[in-house]
């Protein structure tokens, strides 16, 4: 990446030599006629996209447009959809069938049209007249072509700066990519989840129907208070409650994963219904803010935003008072001969000489400038508060399973004893199994939280955990040390 200064340089010494060599209108004109023509491809430049997303992930990014290959993708997405969907297959459909992110792919499509357009010349433009002569005289003809010489020597630099703002555009599409996995994997957590919390509640409703079922028997033989059996049914009613609530959440994740793959309402699909245990994580911040700062796309795609109104401030400097202009061949027939030749048309710059098009460009650059800085900033400040989240919602994963959850079944088991023995009460025994519940819903709710805490936290990176490579620990490098610096306009 290049520094502002070095681009003002540039880009002067590019239009200094355009603009000192000399022209003839015939030349020109056959010039630049022979330079206008261009073509746009139909899906733009989607190669670009394809090497970042798979610089981030082993999975497969296309754009389909109604080919046979496109069947062969459906084919494959409805293999996947026939049984247990891994989290890895949900994200691969998405990348596949979510039409919001094809939308997003048109972006691209649309930056290389720009690109396109701003490699064209601007047609000639013909006149013509025909004037008659009153009284029987012969009339007066003619005839004009101009072309505008200015743009021609605009188009190489107006070129650059179009395909300048196609690359930004590809970055910034790749990113949606990066954000489009990281929200089917935190859907996919929250669908594992609920499935997690409906077998919870499953067990609990088996246990709490049998205790109820017994307390009755209990009753019927007179050894059980009326309280104590109202309190079993109530127990056993409640936990069939929050089953209804669990699956109910169940639907609504599972439905919130579907839009995220982009896929309709299907039950022949599932997911593993169990959340991971945390593993062990050799993560430290330090690393993560460094990979964070080379690999967010977005980030680089504000750098080249940079670049581009860079170009652009040089582009508008050195046309400020050679605006547009005008070559052109004539010709005139009249009563006294036939006349050709040529000219030229350019503005007198006395009033307008760019002076509001050249502030403006100054100001886009000192904008992009800041607009880039406060988005390293959010994102070292999104990566560390993500990253205290994890740790937080890992340590209580652990706390749950190894200490909190074994703890609380040993009381309930104590418990069941105690009021075998009547040694406590029934009431007693009902609290220690909701303690036990409870402590099993926390357990489910901090490995959700962990779980989709960590899907933000690659994002939060630029999609991936793994360390830089070399190429991009130079990129990086190459980066920083040509830091755009603003010139003083005072």
């Not at 992009?368 to 900033?377: G, I, K, P, Q, T």
Request: proline share 3%; with cysteine.
């Amino acid at each position: 990446m290049l520094p502002t200064a070095v681009l003002f340089r540039r880009t002067r010494g590019l239009v200094r030599a355009l603009s000192c060599a000399p022209v003839r209108p015939t030349y020109m004109l056959l010039a630049t006629l022979s330079v206008g023509c261009a073509s746009a491809s139909n899906r733009g430049d989607f190669g670009a996209v394809e090497r970042l997303v798979g610089a981030r992930t082993p999975l497969v990014v296309r754009w389909t447009s109604g080919t046979h290959e496109d069947s062969l993708v459906d084919e494959r997405v409805r293999a996947v959809l026939r049984g247990e969907v891994t989290a890895d297959s949900a994200v691969q459909v998405a990348l596949l069938r979510n039409r919001a992110l094809r939308a997003t792919f048109e972006e691209v499509g649309l930056a290389q049209a720009d690109v396109v357009q701003a490699s064209l010349l601007a047609n000639p433009v013909f006149s013509g007249e025909v004037l008659g002569a009153g009284g029987g005289g012969r009339g007066v003809q003619l005839a004009n072509v101009a072309l505008p010489f200015v743009d021609a020597l605009q188009r190489p630099l107006r070129r650059r700066i179009a395909a300048s703002a196609l690359v930004a555009t590809q970055q910034r599409v790749a990113d949606a990519v990066v954000r489009v996995v990281a929200d089917v994997r935190i859907a996919y957590v929250e669908a594992q989840a609920t499935e997690q919390s409906v077998e919870l509640w499953q067990r609990v409703v088996t246990v709490t129907d049998a205790s109820a079922t017994a307390a009755s028997a209990v009753h019927a033989a007179g050894n059980l208070s009326d309280l104590a059996l109202a309190q079993e049914r109530a127990m056993a009613a409640e936990s069939r409650l929050s089953l209804i609530r669990a699956e109910e959440s169940r639907r609504v994740a599972r439905a919130e994963l579907e839009r995220q793959m982009g896929v309709a309402a299907d039950s022949s699909w599932n997911v593993s219904p169990r959340l991971p245990d945390p593993g062990a994580d050799s993560l430290t911040l330090a690393t993560l803010l460094r990979v964070a700062q080379a690999r967010r796309l977005d980030l680089m795609a504000r750098r080249q935003d940079i670049e581009s109104v860079a170009r652009s401030l040089g582009f508008t400097e050195k046309f400020a008072l050679l605006a547009d202009g005008t070559i052109g061949l004539g010709y005139e027939r009249e009563p006294d001969g036939t006349f050709r030749g040529g000219g030229v048309n350019v503005p007198i710059p006395l009033f307008d000489r760019g002076q509001g098009r050249v502030a403006r460009a100054r100001a886009q650059l000192r904008q992009a400038v800041a607009l880039h800085d406060a988005l390293a900033v959010d994102i070292s400040a999104e990566v560390t508060s993500d990253f205290a989240r994890l740790s937080g919602a890992r340590a209580r994963a652990l706390q749950l399973q190894r200490s909190v959850l074994p703890l609380r079944r040993a009381v309930v088991s104590e418990m069941q004893r105690f009021v075998n023995a009547m040694q406590e009460t029934v009431f007693t025994l009902l609290l220690a199994r909701q303690s036990e519940i409870d402590a099993g819903q926390a357990y489910v709710e901090s490995l959700r939280e962990y779980w989709s805490t960590r899907a933000e936290l690659e994002r939060a990176v630029g999609g991936s955990f793994a360390p830089l490579s070399l190429a991009e620990e130079a990129a990086f490098s190459d980066r920083g040390a040509s830091r755009p610096e603003m010139r003083d306009e005072h």
